[in-house]
Nanobody, 120 residues
């Protein structure tokens, strides 16, 4: 079993920055892919950024140039640096980790989400 825990959300003014963290723990042989998603009130969950292991990140157009994904392999932790935040970035942010158990068996795990509110 794998546990995924996000942290770092909060209230920030427009133009400000936040860094979200996503720590994965448990039976992790290899991380296959990782991603951040968000869900605003009354809207569907949407992709923010996705990155396969060893690949390049793919960002949603709405966050390109403002958000940056990174990872610390030793800590099995994924980060999302969010700069120049806008009110429309307000949402619950979820981390998704794909764990590769070998033989093409990849299991996806979600965190519980962390609230990001951008408001003056």
């Amino acid at each position: 079993q794998v546990q995924v825990v996000e942290s770092g959300g909060g209230l920030v003014q427009p133009g400000g920055s936040l860094r979200l963290s996503c720590a994965a723990s448990g039976s992790i042989y290899r991380i296959n892919d990782m991603g951040w998603y968000r869900q605003a009130p009354g809207k569907k969950r949407e992709l923010v950024v996705h990155m396969a292991d060893g690949g390049s990140p793919h960002y949603a157009d709405s966050v390109k140039g403002r958000f940056t994904i990174s990872r610390d392999n030793a800590k099995n932790t994924v980060y999302l640096q969010m700069d120049s935040l806008k009110p429309e970035d307000t949402a619950v942010y979820y981390c998704n980790i794909g764990v590769d158990y070998g033989l093409a068996n990849v299991q996806q795990y979600w965190g519980q989400g962390t609230q990001v509110t951008v408001s003056s």
